[in-house]
């Protein structure tokens, strides 16, 4: 055995073991096709009504912000005395206030010009210490982006998850926009496939879920006892998460109380906000995620190595970006050599055809691989798409189409501004554009 043969063996493990990472990390999509075709949970009706208090932190969301606040206000099903709506106009350069102001949100603003401060956790942290400070005794927080409109039964479903003891809780989100084009409708389809089947698999086995910013609540009694917010990352709503989960809370998820909101509509944009959320995402995997695999080995339960997992999938697309494409220059190239006639190894490929057999042999398992994945990856968003007809309306095969088939080769295309936000020490926040309301979305119950 020669070094050429060490250095092959070598490559050959690092290779596998990436290959093994990826399938454990895809072992918990397995479970979520399976598991998340169960009936979601459905909380008890709740007893009392609690009060609200609707966060949205805004910066230059002139376009959108009048219909959400104003949809807020008037389309809940839910008394109006026990909920308000506040906005942080978060250093705007447009009439951000006025337009909330005019539709009846209580408005605060914020100016501030260190560019590290310029991210959500800021206002956020604002609205919800503003809120704490009020004494109308608000006994939840729920937060929502911009331009999110949450269906008429949001505020009962929430606060029967509430009286339930739920008091972190993410929602079922949907798009508004999922058949505007190629970008939307790849980006829908993952948000069903992360709502309908990731979620619910979770929440019915009693596991923690991601809270996503859109939708999510917190109890204002858990907010009193930590302090108010706590996570002012790139990446709020997971860090926030983490934080919880090293306190043994429980984070769940409320599936009849569902969010839409609007999806990236151009590649430009698609690619901006999955770079900030990588280098967040990043960022969280290398200060925590260690802990969350702690708690794993510390008390057994495998929620806590499902979380690590979704952490540690930010690391993967860089992973196989660097080490199959160096293997497999490795392999062939040596292997041609060897064909013909430069002898390289040692005691590895002797036999006149074994330097073809095995170039064949990877060659066919790659392209297997590929099949695999791409069967798999659209079956799961077909299934994810059927289960939430009912949310995403009449159209929504025609709608889901283009996700549905092209959201695994869309994958590949994400890599890149995933590994882009994961390489950089900083990703600039960057306006993405919004697509004004043309009407008010009548909500159907759930």
Known sequence: MNYMDILFIVLTSIAGLTILLLLFLLFWQFLGVFGGLRKPKEFPKAKSLRKFALIIPAHNEAVVIGNTVENLLTNLDYPKDLYDVFVCADNCTDNTKELAMKAGAKVYERFDDNPDHKRASFPIKLLIDKVLEREENYDAIIKFDADNIPSRNY????????????????????????????????????YCRDSRLMSNFRERHNWNSMLSGAGMMVS??????????????????????????????????????????????????????????????????????????????????????????????????????????VYAV???????????????YGVLFQGENAPLIAMIALLAGGVAALLFYYFFFTLQSAIAV?????????????????????????????????????????????????????????????
């Open 220 to 325: 204002t009694r858990v907010l009193k006892e930590i302090g108010g917010w706590d996570a002012m990352g790139q990446i709020d709503d997971a860090e926030f998460t983490v934080n919880r989960l090293l306190e043994k809370k429980r984070v769940g998820y409320v599936p009849n109380a569902i969010v839409y909101e609007d999806q990236p509509s151009s590649r430009k944009d698609s690619a901006a906000r999955n770079s900030r959320m990588a280098n967040g995402l990043n960022k969280l995997y290398w200060s925590k995620s260690m802990k969350l695999l702690g708690m794993f080995f510390k008390t057994g339960k495998a929620t806590y190595l499902d979380l690590w997992s979704q952490l540690t999938f930010v690391q993967i697309p860089i992973l196989i970006a660097i080490v199959i494409p």
């Open 386 to 446: 059927n289960k939430d007809k009912d949310v995403l309306g009449p159209d929504y095969k025609k709608n889901a189409r283009k996700g549905i088939w092209l959201g695994a080769v869309a994958m590949f295309a994400y890599m890149g501004s995933i590994n882009s936000g994961v390489t950089k020490k900083k990703v600039a926040w960057k306006e993405l554009k919004r697509n004004a309301p043309t009407e008010k979305k009548e909500e159907k119950e759930n």
């Open 155 to 190: 505020l009962h479903a929430m606060n029967d998850a509430l009286e339930s003891g739920l008091e972190i809780a993410r929602a079922h989100e949907a798009p508004t926009n999922m058949g505007q084009n190629v970008w939307t409708s790849v980006s829908a389809c993952y």
């Open 330 to 344: 490795f392999y062939f190239t040596t292997l041609i050599l060897e064909m013909c006639g430069i002898r390289l």
